[in-house]
C-alpha cells in the first residue's frame, strides 16, 4: 500500500498527540474517587496506580508543540491571530459551558450568573492548560530567535537549569516536607527561578530532542528506566500518602523525576523509533482524524466524566482495576466522535474544539 510522506504530516507526533490525550482521560478517571476512598482501601490504591502511570500527557502536549513551533517560522501577527486567539477563544466558551453547566439545577438567576461569570473568568480545573500554553506561544518568537542562534551547549545548560532546579527541587520537596528542604525550595521561588524553569523547560526539551537528539548509547538506558519509574511513582506515593493519611500526588505530577524519566523515554521513541514507520493513506488519514479530535478531547471529557456520574456511570460499577480503563475508554470515544462533529460545524468548529 502506498505510504504516505513523513514530510507532509509528522505523524508520529499526531499518534503521540493521540496516545497524550487518551493518558489525561485515564488519570481524571482514575481520579474520580481519588479524593473520596480513604488511603487505606484497596480500591484507593488501584486508582492511585493508575493515575500514577498516566501523568505524562501534558508534559508530552508541551514538549510536541515544542519540537513543531520552534522549528518553524511563525510570524507574530499569525501566531496571535491563529493560535493564540483561537485557544483564548476555546478557553472562554467551554469556562462558560462549564459554569452554565453547574447552575443548571439553581436556575440561572442573578447569582446563579455571577457563578458562570466566575468559571469565565477562573475556568474549569482541567482547563489550566489553555492559558499555559498562550503564555508559551506568547514567548515562542523570542525562544525561537535563541535557540535558532544559540549554541548546543548553551541550551544544555538552560535544560541542566531545568532539570536541577525545577524537577530535582520539585521531587526532593515532594519526598521531604523538611524544614530544610521547603527552605530550599522556597529560595528557588523567591529566586523565580523555578518560574524560569517551568513548562518553557518541556517546550525547549521537546525541540532539543527533535532537532538535536539523546547520543544513542543512552537509549536504552532511558527506555529501561520506564518500568523502574513507572513503579516508583506508585510505591514512593503510596508511602507518602500512607504515612500523611491523606492523597498527595505530588510526588508523581508532571515534574517528578519519575515522570520525566517516562515523558523523555515516550517522546525519544516517538521521535526516533515511530518517525520511521510508513503509514498507508487510510491508515494516516484515521490517525489525522484522531489527533485533531484530541483538543476537543481535552476540553469535553471532564464533563461527560461529571455527567456519567451523576447518572451512576463511575469507575466503581465494577472493580476499579478494569473500571478505570473502561470508563477512559468509553469517554474518549465519545469525545473523539463529538470532537469530529463540533470541528466541521464552519466558521464557529474551529473555536469550539
Excluded at 28 to 39: C, E, I, M, R
Excluded at 130 to 136: K, Q, R
Excluded at 182 to 203: P, Q, W
Excluded at 251 to 257: E, K, N, Q, R
Aim: hydrophobic share 50%; aromatic share 16%; proline share 3%.
Amino acid at each position: 500500500m502506498e505510504a504516505v510522506s513523513q514530510d507532509k504530516r509528522m505523524i508520529h507526533y499526531d499518534l503521540l498527540r493521540i496516545v497524550a490525550a487518551f493518558s489525561v482521560v485515564m488519570l481524571h478517571s482514575a481520579g474520580q474517587k481519588w479524593y473520596v476512598l480513604p488511603v487505606t482501601d484497596r480500591e484507593w490504591q488501584i486508582a492511585n496506580a493508575w493515575d500514577a502511570l498516566f501523568r505524562f500527557g501534558v508534559p508530552i502536549f508541551v514538549m510536541i508543540s515544542g519540537a513543531i513551533f520552534l522549528n518553524k517560522d511563525i510570524g507574530i501577527k499569525r501566531l496571535y491571530f491563529h493560535n493564540i486567539f483561537r485557544l483564548l477563544a476555546i478557553y472562554w466558551i467551554w469556562s462558560g459551558l462549564y459554569g452554565i453547566y453547574d447552575c443548571r439545577k439553581r436556575g440561572l438567576g442573578a447569582a446563579e450568573w455571577k457563578e458562570v461569570i466566575k468559571e469565565l473568568l477562573g475556568g474549569r480545573y482541567h482547563l489550566w492548560f489553555l492559558p499555559m500554553i498562550v503564555a508559551i506561544y506568547m514567548l515562542v518568537p523570542i525562544l525561537r530567535s535563541w535557540v535558532k542562534n544559540a549554541d548546543k551547549r548553551n541550551l544544555q545548560y538552560f535544560l541542566l537549569l531545568f532539570i536541577f532546579l525545577k524537577i530535582g527541587m520539585f521531587t526532593v520537596s515532594a519526598l521531604s516536607r523538611s524544614y530544610i528542604v521547603r527552605y530550599a525550595s522556597d529560595l528557588t521561588n523567591v529566586a523565580e527561578l523555578g518560574m524560569a524553569c517551568s513548562y518553557i523547560g518541556y517546550f525547549v526539551w521537546g525541540y532539543y530532542i527533535a532537532h538535536y537528539g539523546i547520543p544513542e548509547k543512552w537509549h536504552r538506558v532511558i527506555y529501561a528506566g520506564v518500568i523502574p519509574a513507572a513503579l516508583l511513582n506508585q510505591f514512593v506515593d503510596r508511602y507518602l500518602s500512607l504515612k500523611a493519611g491523606e492523597p498527595r500526588g505530588e510526588f508523581y505530577d508532571s515534574y517528578g523525576a519519575f515522570t520525566f524519566i517516562i515523558v523523555t523515554a515516550l517522546f525519544l521513541f516517538f521521535t526516533n523509533v515511530m518517525s520511521k514507520v510508513h503509514y498507508s493513506r487510510p491508515a494516516a488519514r484515521i490517525i489525522r482524524e484522531l489527533s485533531d479530535a484530541t483538543f476537543g478531547v481535552y476540553v469535553m471529557h471532564v464533563g461527560l466524566l461529571e455527567v456519567l456520574e451523576e447518572r451512576g456511570i463511575d469507575t466503581m460499577l465494577v472493580p476499579n482495576i478494569i473500571g478505570i480503563p473502561l470508563l477512559a475508554l468509553g469517554c474518549y470515544a465519545v469525545c473523539t466522535v463529538v470532537a469530529a462533529c463540533l470541528r466541521r460545524i464552519p466558521v464557529l468548529g474551529r473555536y469550539l474544539c
